[in-house]
């Protein structure tokens, strides 16, 4: 199978779409877009929009929660250990 090129609005749009289906906030669907658009600009498409299938399978299987909040668990001056509650990484970090 061979590459299909979209412009990078039209991914955008689509990718902010489909994350505000699952469940996800406009703000928190577009942090993911964000980071899943650029992994696959950069070349790391293992990273990028490929994982959609995956976590809307997360999603529906309970394996991903659109709803968690990250919690700090134990933090020291200089690291800080968060607990994602099975969110999604793009928004974890995010707000680490």
Partial sequence: MGYVNW???VLK???NDVFTNFGF???EAQIITDVLLLSDLYG???HGMQRMVRYHKGIEKGMIDVH???EVVFE??????IDGHDGMGQLIGHKS
Wanted: net charge negative.
């Fill in 7 to 9: 412009s990078y609005d």
């Fill in 44 to 46: 790391i498409e293992s």
């Fill in 13 to 15: 749009k689509f990718c």
């Fill in 25 to 27: 906030s406009a703000d």
């Fill in 76 to 81: 020291t001056p200089v690291s800080a250990v």
């Fill in 68 to 70: 968690a909040k990250p």
